[in-house]
């Protein structure tokens, strides 16, 4: 998501928020942008990967809608427990697989 106010015209980094934390996007704290700019930061999609894809848990509402493909999914998925939002298992592994895959980012997907 967008920082309120911001300039569409002239976006800096600190204009693009996590959906799931509200955190900024810094160059420390990666991000994967989903559908209709939608983001997960890395802190956000290591806790949802670590609990939907390793630890199998579930903790999204049933008939829930995915911040990331914006589908409603019957699966596993993880809500955040700071905004609410919900992103579905298909999307946290697809943003681990892709920001894993990035060396800039430094960042590694959760193990048991």
Aim: with cysteine; net charge negative.
């Amino acid at each position: 998501m967008r920082r309120e106010g911001c300039d569409e015209n002239n976006a800096q980094m600190t204009d693009f928020l996590c959906d799931f934390c509200g955190g900024t996007w810094t160059e420390d704290l990666p991000m994967v942008e989903g559908h209709k700019g939608s983001l997960i930061c890395g802190a956000c999609l290591r806790e949802a990967y670590r609990r939907v894809v390793v630890l199998g848990e579930n903790s999204a509402d049933e008939g829930y809608a995915c911040a990331l493909c914006l589908l409603t999914k019957p699966e596993a998925a993880w809500r955040s427990p700071a905004t609410g939002s919900t992103a579905c298992r298909w999307c946290i592994n697809r943003s681990a697989t892709m920001l894993a895959k990035d060396p800039d980012s430094r960042w590694t997907k959760p193990e048991a």
